[in-house]
């Protein structure tokens, strides 16, 4: 595994992570949606992490892997969460069923800020691979000085 790849790695973490704090922010600032496009209540929205194979097959991606070659992450999709809407009595609203519950959001706020934190650190460990890897490559073209 050369500089270059160890770059790109580190890239699509950052890429990843980023698109991960994007996600829990549109989480928190929908947190009260109780009417959607789609009718009813705004469902969380979750990342799917997957490997970014450069290799289509098996037996190419095995060999790749004896090398200890690494490709990095990627996003495989956005899924929305399939936990039940949080219910909260409340006759007055206007988006109230006929039992007088109102369907919210299944966002939790608590959940969402522990996974802001932990992709904050997650991007931030990228980024400190990513500059390691830069302060490598640059004393290695230093050797021959």
Known sequence: MGFFSSFNI????MTSQRLRMDL????LANVNTTRTRDGGPYQRQVPLFGSRDTAAHFPAFLAGWQ??????VRVVG?????????????????????????AYPNVNVVMEMTDLIAASRAYEAN?????????????????GR
């Open 127 to 143: 980024v400190t691979a990513f500059n390691a890897a830069k302060t490598m490559a640059s004393l290695a073209l230093e050797i």
């Open 67 to 72: 090398r200890n070659e690494g490709g990095g």
């Open 24 to 27: 829990i922010a549109n989480n």
């Open 78 to 102: 956005i899924v929305k969460d399939p936990a039940p809407p949080r219910l909260v009595y409340d006759p007055e609203h206007p988006d109230a069923g006929e039992d007088g519950y109102v």
């Open 10 to 13: 580190s890239a699509s973490g």
